[in-house]
Structure formats: structure tokens, C-alpha cells
């Protein structure tokens, strides 16, 4: 990717708290029009970029440019950017109204500029009759727009948000994923949104990046991440439940695990490994086949069940493969009971194979 | 036509006797007069009297006459209620060369009071915001040294400050007094209003900042709106300390034309000449203390809520 249709780069970005380092060496860059989630478990970094990128916290080293701009040294303000914040921080004397128009009243934008955006963004979250109202008259949801009407009225290119729905309950959370992903939708900005939930990082993204210890583990589209991970970590944080991994050897084209052989047939390889390479095989859950679909599968084998979790539009099931826990996913109408022997079947090609030492896949 | 079942329930829940038939239901009954009952109440009410026993001691005896005390009783109610001792405490009784009373230590006071509690509580309230919401480099030393501040006794310093104030030639005035007060109070107010700040979101000062307010935009446009039971806490810290302070007052001030109430009590009180007033200088020290007297009735509820100041979120 060039830098020219770049909306948001990041280029060798260095943050040390003393000893700590936050952030190392990070590059991104963040196409016009994106909508990028950055996708982690807590510590990992990806607050602390967010608030590098609105200018809350200043780097160590590195630069950041939007819009062609660098703003390594500029205000926040000054930056183009609008911020959703987790706890939605709205200033709890003002009205709505007076919250949405606090930014534009300190730039000093001229009045019927001012009503002209409000209303505007008033109708595109539909928050029109609460524009009077104080934040503590407002359930979660509400100051979750009003929130997102702060950054809408300041007609930036960019939007930030720090995990803005983990304070609202799961079903307004799904919701209001909806309605963020439709505002996407029509204003085209970019966005850059950070979250540790995976299914607002899959349903929302165009490209989700991973990160880990301040470096991101891989960036890509959501089907990258989940169909090719580039390495252990990122196959075993994405999906729910997480893929069972099973340590062995690579032998040509035959995985070899603890009294399985699993014919690799059409695995796609990124680097074929010589005979003999200690590797570790990551096989979904959803991926394993059971009943008619058994018929497509390279390899089958018998398990005993040890537990069943019927969730509903799928049942879960827990038993013993390969010595070692293993666990796959059913249709919901299948009547499966504990200790029943079930023929499975498991297409290596759709798993995920990795370096043993490296754990970078092969 | 009603229905039996619910006829039934409604029944039993009031009837003494289906209660005891159906066994326990709703709300278990409490024994208002049980032992713990008893002593809790009993406690609090012994504890109360002791405390309010000197006060009603004071009262009574300023409204009595001298003949009537001196007869001894003081528990007695007055059996003629006069008003002339605190006429005489407000307007008459001398201090050494003055014979106006208490009215010129109170106006004194007052002069003092209101500048320095000004000064006080602006500075700390914005110390407090700059040190917990604008970290700079070695704004936790700063704190701290303000801090240690706090706990060096005010003995050591007294005679110092004299001297300080002697060099800047304010030595005896109130000017000089007043910015005693406003450094002595300045340690607990920042740390008053440092920690009121720090239990204040830090997302909703990134969200002003992003909004393009900056150092005094965001305290007086999102910070001071929220503050409203800090400052309430901080006046009252202030009001009580600057208006009971004895020892800066007599130790700073050179003449008694410009001595604070309290200095003026003391030496109304203590003074030799003549018969002992009790009655005048129960009076003299009521009016005394009827300043933060006032300011804690005023602003009770909202000294409470900036206690527990932690509550208060938006």
C-alpha cells in the first residue's frame, strides 16, 4: 500500500513508560474510508496507540501523519479527529446539545454553522428529542450517541473509539454494532476502533489488526485472521470456542500426531518444511465433520463423548482425541448424549499449521 | 362477585390469627424495645446530653443577670431572661485601652476571613487540577514537598515568618496575616482538591482536550461546574481554621486595634480587673463561635456529600 491514499500512518512508532516499552517500532498504515480495529487482550497496546494517534499521549519516538499532515507535535484539536470514549464522557452539566457544541463553541465556528451540524447529527443518530436533556436523564445507549454525535458534529476525517460499547449490555451492544456499522456505511470516514471482543472486531472491520505486547501479531481482512493466521497467537485468540492444538511432525504430506496421521493433501504451505519438522497442528472446532458432511472429509476417526453443551443453534461437544481434550461443534438438532461413540471427520486443509519453535505458520 | 381465594389471602396476611395458623409471611415483625434496641439509644442519648450540657450551660448562664449567677445554680434556667450581657460583649466590654466591645475583633476577623479564603481556595483548587489532571515533570515531588509541608509543626516556623514578614514590611498588619493563612492552608486544600480531581474520569478530560479546551477552558467549563461539594468542604476547612486561629493572630499581629475576635475573647476573658462577668463572657464566647457555627448549619447536607466526594461521578 502507498502512503498517498493514507489516511491515518503510523511509522516507527516507539512508546516507553521508564523501562516499560508500550509500543515498539510500530508501522500501520490506515486507507481512506477504512473502518480498522485493533483487536488485543488488556495491556496490549492498543488503548495506548489509540491515544497516541488523538494526541492524549505523546510517543517516544516515531511520527504520525493524517491526511498528509504530520501531527506528531499538534493538539488534539487540531488533528482532525473525533473520540469515543468506553465510558462515554460526556460533561455532565451541559445538555445534550451543550455536549455536542462544546468543541465547536471553544474552535469559535459561527452559530448557524453550529445548528446546521447539530441538527445534522442529531438526525443521523436520531437523539432529536433528547437534545435538552442532561447526560443523567439518558439510559447507556443514548450517551453512547450523544457520545458519537460529539465526534459527528466535528465533520472530521477521522473517528476514534476506545471500546465504545463494553459498557452497554449484550443486547443493545449487538444493536449498536449494527447502527455503527451502517454510519460507516454512509459517512465513509475512517475509523479506527478498538475493542478486545472479537465479534465486534469480525462483524465490523475491513481490516482488523492483532496486537500483542506492542507489536501487532498480523493485519489483515477478517477472513485472513480467521482462515490463515500467521501465527499461534493470533489462531488461538480468534474464535469462540478457540481452536485445540496438537504438537507433532511433518512428514511430506502427512501430519503426524500422537496415534493420528492426517494426510495434509491440498494444505496450502507459505513454506513447505523439510521431513521430520517438529510442528503444531490447530484445528476449529466448527471445522470438524460429523454425519452426512462425512462423507468430504480426508481423514475420520471414533471419539467418545465426554460432555455435551447444547447451545441452542449449536451443540458443543467435549471428548478425548489424540490423548488431549478436544472439542467440536454440532448442528443444534443433533440428539448426542454422553458416552456415545461418534465417527468424526477432520479436513486437514482447513487447519492451521505451525512452526514448533517459531509458531509462525508454515 | 369477589373472589374467594383472594378474599382468602388478603385475610390471612390481616388476621392475627390466620397469621399464626399459616405461619411466618412478609416482613418479620421487629421488637422496637429489645435489649440492643435499648442500649444503642440509651448510648447515644447519654453521649448527646454530655455534649450538649456545656452549651446549655453557656446559654443559660448569658442570659442571666450577675446577681442570679452568683446565688450558684448554674444548671438553673435564668429566672430573668436579660439580653444586656451580650450587648455589653458586643459593644462595651474592654480589652485593655478599647471599650467597643467585640464588634472590632469580629470586623477585624471578617477582614481577614474574606481575602484569605479567597486566595486560599483559588489557589488550591487550581493546584489541585493542574497536579492531578496536568502531570508534569516532577509534579509528584512538588506535591509531596507541599505535602511534608503540611506536618512541620507550626511552632517551628512562627518565628521565621516573623521575620520574613518584618523583612517584606508587613509585619503587624492583616495583610501580613492573611498571607500566613493562605500558605498554612494551602497543603490540606490541594490535597483536598487533588484527590476530588483524580476521582474525576480521566476520559472526560481527554474528551475536552479533544474538543479543543485547554488549562483554564477545561477548570472553568468541566471542572468547576462538577466541583461544587470540594469547594463547599474547602470554604468550610477554611471559614473554621482562619475564623478560630488564635496563635498567627496574636503572634502577627502588633496592635490591639487590630487584633482578631479570637485574640479580643481571649483577653476579655481572661482579664483581671474588676468582677469576673460570666455572664458577659458566655456571651462573648457564643458570638464567637457563632460564624462557623453558622457556615455548618448552612452547608451541612453539602459538606457531607463532599466527604464522601468518591459518590459524586457524572
Redo the contacts between chains.
Sequence with gaps: MTVENASVSIKNLDLSFGAVKVLQNLNLDIVDGEFLVLLGSSGCGKSTLL?VI???LEPTDGQIWIKGKNVTWA???ERG???V???Y?????MTVEGNLT??LR??RVPKDEIKRRVARAAEILQIEPLLKRK??ALSGGQRQRVAIG?ALV?DVDVFLF?EPLSNLDAKLRADLRVELKLLHNNLENTMIYVTHDQVEAMTLADRIAIMKGGKIMQLGTPAEIYGTPQNKYVADFIGSPSMTFYDGTVDGTVMKIEGHDLPLGAYQFTNRPGPGTPATIGIRPEHVMTGDNLRSAPYQTDITVDLVEPMGSDTLIYCHLAGQPFRFRMDGSAVVRKGERITIGIDPARASIFDKDTEERL | MADIGILAATKSAEHPVYRMIDGPRGAKPKNRFSRANIIVYGTLFVVALYYALPLYVMIVTSLKGLPEIRVGNIFAPPLEVTFQPWVKAWQEACTGINCDGLSRGFWNSVRILIPSLILSVAIASINGYALSMWKFRGSEVFFTILMIGAFIPYQVMLYPIVILLREAGLYGSLTGLVLVHVAFGMPINTLLFRNYFASIPEELFKAARVDGAGFWAIFFRIMLPMSLPIFVVAVIIQVTGIWNDFLFGVTYISSPDRYPMTVQLNNIVNSVQGVKEYNVNMAATLLTGLVPLVIYFASGKLFVRGIAAGAVKG
Design positions: 491515544n488523538a494526541g492524549l493538539e488534539p484539536s479527529i473525533g473520540m470514549f468506553q465510558s464522557a460526556l460533561y455532565p452539566q462544546f468543541g471553544n474552535a447526560p443523567g460529539r466535528r476506545d
